[in-house]
Nanobody, 116 residues
Framework: QVQLVESGGGLVQAGGSLRLSCAAS????????VGWYRQAPGNERELVAT???????NYADSVKGRFTIFRDSAKNTLYLQMNGLKPEDTAVYYC??????????WGQGTQVTVSS
């Protein structure tokens, strides 16, 4: 089992920055794939960024060059640094962990709202 708790969401102006945090109950460096997804009203949940156990990263085209996913071993926390935020980034952001055979786990979500 993995418990994931997100924080760091809020209301920012376009062009601003936020850093989302995801505290994990299991060593995040041991999980095959961890990442961030988001879901805007009326939309499907979509992948934002992932990072593998070997530190390989993947980003949605819409956030490349603006968002950075990284992990902190000391705090056992996954982060999403979001710069140059746009109104279309407004969504609930979810932390995700894929443990393969042991299942997939989701955080409760944190709201990010970007005003124009």
């Amino acid at each position: 089992q993995v418990q994931l708790v997100e924080s760091g969401g809020g209301l920012v102006q376009a062009g601003g920055s936020l850093r989302l945090s995801c505290a994990a109950s299991t060593d995040i460096f041991s999980i095959n794939v961890v990442g961030w997804y988001r879901q805007a009203p009326g939309n499907e949940r979509e992948l934002v960024a992932t990072i593998t156990k070997s530190a390989s990263t993947n980003y949605a085209d819409s956030v490349k060059g603006r968002f950075t996913i990284f992990r902190d071993s000391a705090k056992n926390t996954l982060y999403l640094q979001m710069n140059g935020l746009k109104p279309e980034d407004t969504a609930v952001y979810y932390c995700h962990a894929d443990r393969g055979y042991f299942g997939r786990f989701w955080g409760q979500g944190t709201q990010v709202t970007v005003s124009s």
